[in-house]
């Protein structure tokens, strides 16, 4: 799967987690949610610097 999607995704379930976590009164889980959050932000940003440097390869191979 692609890291920008993957990313998007984890943070779409440590936003779930960490309302579960509000909601039930588990600070843990609250925590985990932001966590998980966190490392999706990060992967997404890694899809995008790949996505950046293909494209910067492809416009020197066109030149």
Request: aromatic residues 2%.
């Amino acid at each position: 799967m692609d890291d920008k999607i993957e990313g998007k995704w984890d943070q779409a379930k440590g936003k779930v987690k960490e309302e579960a976590g509000k909601l039930g009164g588990d600070r843990s889980t609250e925590i985990g949610g932001k966590v998980d959050q966190a490392k999706g932000k990060v992967k997404e940003g890694i899809g995008e610097l790949k996505e950046e440097l293909h494209d910067e390869r492809a416009e020197h191979v066109d030149r």
